[in-house]
């Protein structure tokens, strides 16, 4: 099993910036892909941002490109997500999670470990 636990959210205002950490643990951990989704009140879970292992491949949703930052350190095992410029529709419940495909996972569904989520809340 491998545990995810993230930290870093907060009540900020727009245009503030805020970041968030993943710490991971348990058995050898070196999943493909690393990612960070995000879930507001009645909405889906969407992916925010996605690195892979090695060779600082990324991905982010138009919706935070240039804005957010996604980046893994594999000797600590952690990920980051540095979000700047926040806007009050970044307002959401943050997950870390882990992927061992060998393909761009850029569905909830194609993670097999996540994190409880930490709060991020922009007001404006």
């Known amino acids: 099993q491998v545990q995810l636990v993230e930290s870093g959210g907060g009540l900020v205002q727009a245009g503030d910036s805020l970041m968030l950490s993943c710490a991971a643990s348990g058995r050898t951990f070196s999943p493909y892909y690393m990612g960070w989704f995000r879930q507001a009140p009645g909405k889906e879970r969407e992916c925010v941002g996605v690195?892979?292992?090695?060779?600082?491949?990324?991905y982010y949703a138009d919706s935070v490109k240039g804005r957010f930052t996604i980046s893994r350190d594999n000797a600590k095992n952690t990920v980051s997500l540095q979000m700047n410029s926040l806007k009050p529709e970044d307002t959401a419940v943050y997950y870390c999670a882990a992927s061992y495909r060998d393909s761009w996972p850029l569905l909830s569904n194609e993670y097999d470990y996540w994190g409880q989520g930490t709060q991020v809340t922009v007001s404006s």
């Open positions: 690195v892979k292992k090695s060779g600082g491949g990324t």
